[in-house]
């Protein structure tokens, strides 16, 4: 858009992290925004579900972050309403749990002297011998943990995870959510966590304390969304998208589906957070066929929780366990009252989330509720952490296309429609699914804002938040942005703003 042409309404689709940051920032700025969701609840991935008084998240949501913008962000919405709260994980595998972060004597006696060191000698060989090129998920973890330890912790559990084999999988995943991570940097943590202080490890997945909200991450984007209608704007529910209408390089009306009933919006700017595949499908005229073609090579992992209400106080101590093991579909289990005891109404009662991972209109997908919830009962009692007779009442709650997959590709297919939609002067793309990038929360936050800010003028680009560089919760230092909250965000009128200014490594 033209940098002194500041739009008097927008349009934004979706009503998650990335959505509703960049609804407030332009409420801010006195610019009329419409939200449209398509969902019933707010905070997309991000929510958080209630059933009969038992609070559960899609997926635990730690808030924690290098982006000191979005921590002042965090506190000026919730305050006082935040917890602090330890980070307590364990690895289910082979009938055994393992300490994460890996701890020496467990780690030893879990798997037993001889595979220890099979593992250290598998280590040392690819320190010698390494897969030259890395291309896939398996060439990266393989070269920085050996075949052993790769195929003892990380090769199932991904595949669960992501359906498709390791060596499908693009390196750019591996580098992205495990960067800074080898058996050396693991092995060395632990031996110096003793002297260390919290959260001053240098990897990302060792940090022990994060944020939480006192009723579930769902309570921030409630905040957002009470937020964004105080500035006299509109958060929209059960809306969904479903045509976006365009001439001469802008999108020029948007229509969605209400109630059975489709209903046209002009629109002078458009902020989408909704799946690129979906967004190229719904524009109008079609989009050229090589766009088309690159927006279907685009796939998503979907996922379901099934919530389980177990008649016992406590059960373990963990916020969250992963479950490597084959042997069961589980591939996470979230223990929410130790993630904040608020989130469960009766205190003799524990309330677990079992995650699922699967494509839509799959086995596990289409399977009846109450099928699941006998599922997620038996495979409790399989790994020994329920007596299935105590399990008294459940519920199932699906989310589609809930992680963008980093196949072969992806990259090629996104530097296509990158090309294609920024050929839009009145339309910004946010969000995990709206960039097709494994954003957590924060990142989602900061494309948000800087979508936000380049319709309002700004020399800002949502596109070079460059997770797979500089993970959130990775140690070190990182840019002070300078200025408090509220300069960065624009209480005044628009000024340039770029990534590095909110503290985000950006491809060069």
Same mark, same amino acid.
């Given at each position: 858009?033209?940098?002194?042409?500041?739009?008097?309404?927008?349009?934004? %689709?979706?009503?998650?992290?990335?959505?509703?940051?960049?609804?407030?920032?332009? /409420?801010?700025?006195?610019?009329? $925004?419409?939200?449209?969701?398509?969902?019933?609840?707010?905070?997309?991935?991000?929510?958080?579900?209630?059933?009969?008084?038992?609070? &559960?998240?899609?997926?635990?949501?730690?808030?924690?972050?290098?982006?000191?913008?979005?921590?002042?962000?965090?506190?000026?919405?919730?305050?006082?309403?935040?917890?602090?709260?330890?980070?307590?994980?364990?690895?289910?595998?082979?009938?055994?749990?393992?300490?994460?972060?890996?701890?020496?004597?467990?780690?030893?006696?879990?798997?037993?002297?001889?595979?220890?060191?099979? @593992?250290?000698?598998?280590?040392?060989?690819?320190?010698?011998? !390494?897969?030259?090129? #890395?291309?896939?998920?398996?060439?990266?973890?393989?070269?920085?943990?050996?075949?052993?330890?790769?195929?003892?912790?990380?090769?199932?559990?991904? #595949?669960?995870?992501?359906?498709?084999?390791?060596?499908?999988?693009?390196?750019?995943?591996?580098?992205?959510?495990?960067?800074?991570?080898?058996?050396?940097?693991?092995?060395?943590?632990?031996?110096?966590?003793? &002297?260390?202080?919290?959260?001053?490890?240098?990897?990302?997945?060792?940090?022990?304390?994060?944020?939480?909200?006192?009723?579930?991450?769902?309570?921030?984007?409630?905040?957002?969304?009470?937020?964004?209608?105080?500035?006299?704007?509109?958060?929209?529910?059960?809306?969904?998208?479903?045509?976006?209408?365009?001439?001469?390089?802008?999108?020029?009306?948007?229509?969605?589906?209400?109630?059975?009933?489709?209903?046209?919006?002009?629109?002078?700017?458009?902020?989408?957070?909704?799946?690129?595949?979906?967004?190229?499908?719904?524009?109008?005229?079609?989009? +050229?066929?090589?766009?088309?073609?690159?927006?279907?090579?685009?796939?998503?992992?979907?996922?379901?929780?099934?919530?389980? @209400?177990?008649?016992?106080?406590?059960? &373990? !101590?963990?916020?969250?366990?992963?479950?490597?093991? +084959?042997?069961?579909?589980?591939?996470?289990?979230?223990?929410?009252?130790?993630?904040?005891?608020?989130?469960?109404?009766?205190?003799?009662?524990?309330?677990? /989330?079992?995650?699922?991972?699967?494509?839509?209109?799959?086995?596990?997908?289409?399977?009846?509720?109450?099928?699941? %919830?006998?599922?997620?009962?038996?495979?409790?009692?399989?790994?020994?952490?329920?007596?299935?007779?105590?399990?008294?009442?459940?519920?199932?709650?699906?989310?589609?296309?809930?992680? +963008?997959?980093?196949?072969?590709?992806?990259?090629?297919?996104?530097?296509?429609?990158?090309?294609?939609?920024?050929?839009?002067?009145?339309?910004?793309?946010?969000?995990?699914? /709206?960039?097709?990038?494994?954003?957590?929360?924060?990142?989602?936050? $900061?494309?948000?804002?800087?979508?936000?800010?380049?319709?309002?003028?700004?020399?800002?680009?949502?596109?070079?938040?460059?997770?797979?560089?500089?993970?959130?919760?990775?140690?070190?230092?990182? &840019?002070? !942005?300078?200025?408090?909250?509220?300069?960065?965000?624009?209480?005044?009128?628009?000024? !340039?703003?770029?990534?590095?200014?909110?503290?985000?490594?950006?491809?060069?």
């Amino acid at each position: 858009m033209n940098a002194n042409a500041q739009p008097k309404s927008a349009l934004v %689709i979706g009503a998650g992290p990335a959505g509703l940051t960049a609804a407030w920032v332009l /409420g801010r700025q006195n610019v009329r $925004v419409l939200v449209l969701e398509a969902d019933t609840i707010v905070g997309g991935i991000a929510r958080t579900s209630e059933y009969k008084g038992f609070r &559960f998240d899609i997926g635990g949501h730690r808030f924690f972050s290098k982006v000191r913008a979005v921590e002042a962000l965090w506190n000026e919405m919730l305050g006082p309403e935040m917890l602090t709260r330890p980070r307590l994980s364990r690895i289910y595998y082979d009938g055994k749990w393992f300490d994460y972060p890996l701890k020496a004597g467990n780690a030893l006696m879990g798997l037993g002297l001889t595979r220890t060191i099979a @593992i250290g000698f598998s280590y040392l060989w690819r320190q010698l011998f !390494p897969i030259k090129p #890395e291309v896939s998920f398996e060439d990266w973890t393989v070269n920085r943990f050996g075949w052993s330890l790769y195929n003892t912790f990380f090769k199932a559990y991904t #595949e669960k995870v992501w359906g498709i084999p390791c060596n499908q999988i693009g390196a750019q995943w591996a580098a992205q959510r495990i960067k800074g991570l080898s058996l050396w940097s693991a092995a060395r943590e632990m031996m110096l966590a003793p &002297f260390r202080s919290k959260n001053s490890t240098k990897i990302r997945s060792l940090i022990e304390e994060f944020k939480y909200p006192r009723l579930g991450p769902g309570m921030m984007w409630e905040t957002f969304t009470t937020k964004v209608e105080a500035q006299g704007n509109t958060v929209q529910m059960a809306s969904a998208v479903v045509k976006l209408h365009h001439a001469i390089g802008r999108i020029t009306a948007v229509d969605y589906k209400k109630d059975g009933a489709i209903t046209r919006v002009p629109v002078e700017a458009v902020v989408s957070t909704m799946p690129l595949r979906q967004l190229i499908d719904a524009l109008s005229p079609e989009a +050229p066929k090589e766009v088309r073609d690159a927006a279907h090579q685009l796939s998503y992992r979907d996922f379901l929780t099934v919530a389980l @209400i177990v008649n016992q106080a406590e059960m &373990f !101590p963990d916020n969250w366990i992963y479950v490597h093991d +084959p042997g069961v579909k589980l591939g996470r289990i979230q223990n929410f009252k130790n993630w904040s005891p608020e989130m469960v109404p009766d205190q003799s009662k524990t309330c677990l /989330g079992l995650e699922y991972f699967c494509f839509e209109g799959d086995g596990l997908w289409t399977m009846a509720d109450k099928d699941l %919830i006998a599922l997620g009962t038996k495979e409790l009692a399989a790994i020994g952490l329920a007596d299935p007779s105590k399990v008294v009442d459940g519920t199932v709650v699906r989310m589609p296309k809930a992680y +963008p997959v980093y196949d072969g590709g992806y990259l090629q297919a996104l530097e296509v429609l990158r090309a294609y939609l920024t050929t839009f002067t009145n339309l910004q793309l946010a969000g995990r699914n /709206g960039l097709h990038k494994y954003n957590n929360q924060d990142h989602a936050m $900061v494309t948000g804002i800087l979508a936000a800010k380049a319709l309002l003028g700004a020399k800002a680009d949502p596109w070079l938040v460059n997770v797979e560089d500089d993970y959130h919760e990775e140690g070190g230092d990182s &840019f002070d !942005p300078g200025g408090d909250l509220s300069e960065l965000l624009g209480s005044q009128p628009a000024v !340039p703003v770029a990534a590095k200014d909110l503290e985000l490594r950006v491809k060069s």
